[in-house]
């Protein structure tokens, strides 16, 4: 099945600065890449995700990037602010009929340092 | 819609208790999906549905875990006998695109086994 790894475990940026979220996935057939966030006491939320036909999608500070050859897509938060920290997750799935849900990666946790 | 609703938040029960943890998914939705999350384990895919029907259980960790969907309106994930190790958050989350479209979680059920 689909193996996600993500990195860091924890990320702490100044508020201001950008912030980078790293996933790499195994399974070549997994089509679709969302990522979640999760603030505490609640379940995860989506906030953007991207499909592999598609290199690149951006929402306002958030953008996430794709490399499909190399396996591996990319968070990127702009201009953070307090309301960012939170815990982030990256997923992968295949939409090829596959029976495999969503694999979550291990999740970082966001630290934004006033 | 209320969001998917989870019940109950909070359990805490004694080692070899049954536990019953409930769902009920968005209107709508032909997917539902059990997720446990831990620290050291992260979410994990449980079991997950399509139009009632278990598609993938993979996941389940053991003959103690069961999980059923009688209805497109209603699930259940069953622990008996619960052990220490099961302790953990349980999520619910449901989709009208299966595993490639943006899950909707609940906020959870918290269960502690001692």
């Known amino acids: 099945g689909e193996n996600v790894e993500q990195h860091p475990s924890t990320l702490s940026v100044q508020e201001g600065d950008s912030a980078v979220i790293k996933c790499t996935y195994s399974d070549s057939a997994s089509n679709y890449f969302p990522w979640y966030k999760q603030e505490l006491g609640k379940g995860p939320q989506l906030i953007i995700d991207?499909?592999?036909?598609?290199g690149e999608k951006k929402d306002q500070r958030i953008a996430v990037t794709l490399n499909k050859t190399a396996k591996h897509f990319s968070l990127h938060i702009t201009e953070t602010q307090p309301e960012d920290s939170a815990v982030y997750f990256c997923?992968?799935?295949?939409?090829?009929?596959?029976?495999?849900?969503?694999?979550f990666g291990k999740g970082t946790h966001l630290i934004i340092q006033p | 819609d209320a969001g998917v609703i989870q019940s109950p938040r909070h359990e805490v029960t004694e080692m070899g208790q049954e536990v019953t943890l409930r769902c009920k998914p968005i209107?709508?939705?032909?997917?539902l999906f059990w997720y446990r999350q831990t620290m050291m384990r992260g979410l994990e895919l449980l079991i997950y549905f399509n139009n009632n029907v278990p598609i993938d259980d993979s996941g389940m960790p053991e003959d103690r875990f069961s999980a059923k969907m009688p209805n497109a309106s209603f699930s259940t994930l069953k622990i008996q006998p619960s052990e220490p190790r099961d302790s953990a958050v349980y999520f619910c989350?449901?989709?009208?695109?299966?595993?490639?479209?943006?899950?909707?979680f609940g906020e959870g059920s918290r269960l502690t086994v001692l």
């Open positions: 989350a449901s989709s009208f695109r299966g595993p490639n479209g943006e899950l909707f």
């Open positions: 209107s709508g939705h032909n997917s």
């Open positions: 991207i499909r592999s036909n598609v």
């Open positions: 997923a992968a799935s295949n939409s090829g009929g596959g029976a495999d849900g969503l694999t």
